[in-house]
C-alpha cells in the first residue's frame, strides 16, 4: 500500500510517501511545498493546491493520511492550517484517493506507543521505523512520515484503498 502522508500549512505543507507491503516500511519521495509569503491568499492556495495535484498523479498513493486540525492559542494559523487542508482534501478528492485523518495523539501512540511523546520522539522512532540513515527534515517532512505511518500501523486502511480503486 502506498500512503501519502500529508503535514499542511500555508506556508509549508509537508509531505512523505511511505510504502507498507508485508509488515515493512519504507520510505518514498518526501519533501516540503512551499508558498511565499505576501502572496494574495487565494494565489498561495491555488499553488498548494497545483503542487498537490501534481504530487498525486506523480506518486499515485493508494490513499492519503493527514492529522486532524488541532491548534492551541493562535486562531489565525489556526485558520490557514484549515485552509491548506481544504486544498489537500480537493485535490486528493480530484484525484479519486481516499483520506484518513488521525488526531496528533492517535499518530504519537501508533508511532511511538506514547500519546504524550515529545517531537524528538517522533522523529527518533519515525527515523528507525523506515530505516532512515539521518533524521528526518525539516519538522514538516517528520510529521508527514509520522501519520503515514500511523495510517499504515491502524489497519484501517487496507480495506479502504481497495474498495476506492474498484
Known amino acids: 500500500m502506498r500512503i501519502l502522508g500529508i ?9 512523505a510517501l511511505v510504502v507498507a507491503e508485508g509488515g515493512r516500511l519504507a520510505a518514498g519521495p518526501a519533501g516540503v511545498f512551499e508558498t511565499p509569503p505576501g502572496v494574495e491568499m487565494g494565489a498561495r492556495l491555488l499553488d498548494l493546491y497545483r503542487q498537490v495535484g501534481a504530487l498525486l498523479r506523480a506518486e499515485r498513493p493508494d490513499v492519503v493520511a493527514m492529522e486532524e486540525l488541532f491548534f492551541n492559542r ?60 539521518t533524521n528526518p527534515s525539516p519538522d514538516d517532512v517528520a510529521d508527514a512520515m509520522a501519520v503515514a505511518i500511523c495510517h499504515a500501523h491502524s489497519g484501517r486502511g487496507w480495506n479502504t484503498a481497495r474498495e476506492a480503486r474498484r
Not at 503535514?7 to 509531505?15: C, N, W
Not at 484525484?95 to 515529545?118: D, L
Open 74 to 133: 493562535n486562531i489565525t494559523t489556526g485558520i490557514r492550517v484549515a485552509q491548506a487542508r481544504g486544498v489537500c482534501f480537493l485535490a486528493a478528492a480530484e484525484a479519486g484517493i481516499p483520506v484518513a485523518e488521525y488526531n496528533p495523539q492517535h499518530v504519537k501512540v501508533a508511532v511511538t506507543g506514547y500519546g504524550s511523546a515529545t517531537k524528538r520522539q517522533v522523529i527518533y522512532m519515525v527515523r528507525s521505523l523506515l530505516r532512515l540513515q
Open 7 to 15: 503535514d499542511p500549512g500555508l506556508g509549508r505543507t509537508g509531505y
